[in-house]
């Protein structure tokens, strides 16, 4: 198997990943509410549309279609959840599993971030 080969399979999988993760959004907007800032107005529509971002997304990655946008906007997306949603939680945790839960959740989206990025940068490569 080829450098080039994992590299596609490395994205189909997150592509995938992306998938699920969008299509629970659908399915359990309620159970993700909760992590919607208060400052932030019409909460279940934000899920949905969070959720639309990431099909989309997964979908640009495994068909290989508009694959350096969707890697930035996944990217953005995630940079704000890493500073919206899981810094504030971790800085403002009120006992020590909460404040494990929101720092692996901010380094596993950072992680994820720093990943779509990359895959931005290089999809001209990726052909």
Do not use: C, W
Not at 24 to 46: E, W
Not at 47 to 65: S, W
């Amino acid at each position: 198997m080829t450098q080039h080969s994992i590299s596609r399979v490395a994205v189909i999988i997150l592509g995938v990943i992306m998938i699920l993760f969008g299509v629970y959004h659908f399915m359990r907007p309620d159970n993700l509410i909760v992590f919607v800032p208060d400052f932030l107005p019409g909460k279940k529509l934000l899920v949905y549309l969070v959720g639309l971002a990431f099909i989309l997304t997964g979908f640009a990655f495994i068909a290989h279609k508009f694959v350096q946008t969707a890697g930035y906007v996944l990217a953005a997306l995630l940079i704000i959840f890493v500073l919206s949603i899981h810094l504030p939680n971790y800085l403002g945790a009120a006992d020590s599993d909460m404040k494990s839960m929101a720092f692996v959740n901010m380094l596993k989206d950072t992680a994820l971030a720093a990943f779509a990025m990359y895959i931005g940068s290089e999809a001209r490569n990726l052909d």
